[in-house]
């Protein structure tokens, strides 16, 4: 969801700390390798003209990278782990199945609440009634309805929880990944500055790092391994079968 928002779930620098510079768009997306620090950028003067490279920002004595290397090492890097088609449409397929689940069992707890609700003020409704007529004193009027308050504030916060967010459908969702996953080098390589830092962010949370011969992930998201790990015989739990 945050990929399609455009929304930052990672954790890097972003807005007016992070101005997109078009000549180093990938500074502080990608680490050093050597010492984890995040690439920064500058430019190198040759006779005739310059030339721009990432350095790590620490000065750790790792070599610099010229901003060419890398985009084209981060293209194919991504277009090496886009996810095969088939584990992409099974996991849509799983998606879509826990989706329905999580809706169903919301819609379970709502009409639970609602009955119970309706049925607290119904029953606060007979106390005052009783309480006017002189069955109830007012001194247990005013217990009982302080605990049948209660109980309905209870009862409207466990109906509050049930409200799901309705801005995309299954369909949008679907639609998103399918066009946005079918290859993430092309993907990447037409987003806007922004969007290549959710993209990254969203695959690789620490940020993927170069290793001086190309890059390397110390740690895919649990959503993206999701995705390339999904099996045949997995439910929409995420359980494999048999097991």
């Known amino acids: 969801m945050a990929i399609i928002d455009g929304r930052n779930r990672c954790g890097m620098t972003v807005g007016k700390r992070l101005k997109d510079?078009?000549?180093?768009p990938l500074r502080?997306?990608?680490?050093c390798g050597k010492c984890g620090g995040h690439l920064s950028g500058g430019w190198s003067r040759g006779r005739s003209k310059r030339y721009a490279y990432y350095v790590c920002k620490n000065r750790c004595g790792a070599p610099s990278i010229k901003v060419t290397?890398?985009?084209?090492?981060?293209?194919?890097?991504?277009?090496?782990?886009?996810?095969?088609?088939?584990?992409?449409?099974?996991?849509?397929?799983?998606m879509r199945q826990r989706f329905n689940q999580d809706i169903a069992q919301l819609?379970?707890?709502r009409e639970k609440a609602e009955q119970e609700i309706a049925q607290l003020k119904q029953m606060r409704i007979t106390l005052g009634r009783k309480n006017m007529e002189g069955v109830y004193d007012d001194e247990y009027f005013r217990e009982q309805?302080?605990?049948?308050?209660?109980?309905?504030?209870?009862?409207?916060?466990?109906?509050?929880?049930?409200?799901y967010d309705t801005k995309y459908t299954m369909d949008d969702i679907e639609k998103f990944m399918r066009a946005k996953f079918e290859d993430l080098g092309r993907t990447y390589d037409k987003s806007e500055p922004g969007?290549?830092?959710?993209?990254?962010g969203s695959i690789s949370p620490n940020r993927l790092a170069w290793q001086y011969s190309g890059l390397s992930n110390q740690q895919f998201s649990a959503e993206y391994q999701a995705i390339l790990g999904v099996q045949p015989n997995q439910n929409a739990?995420?359980?494999?079968?048999g097991s």
């Open 107 to 109: 819609r379970t707890k």
């Open 195 to 200: 969007e290549k830092r959710v993209l990254l």
């Open 69 to 94: 290397v890398l985009k084209d090492s981060l293209i194919e890097f991504l277009t090496e782990y886009t996810p095969p088609k088939e584990k992409l449409e099974l996991f849509l397929m799983l």
């Open 145 to 163: 309805k302080k605990d049948l308050d209660g109980k309905i504030t209870d009862w409207e916060s466990v109906l509050g929880s049930t409200v």
């Open 21 to 24: 510079n078009p000549d180093f």
């Open 237 to 241: 739990l995420g359980v494999t079968e």
């Open 28 to 31: 502080r997306s990608i680490k």
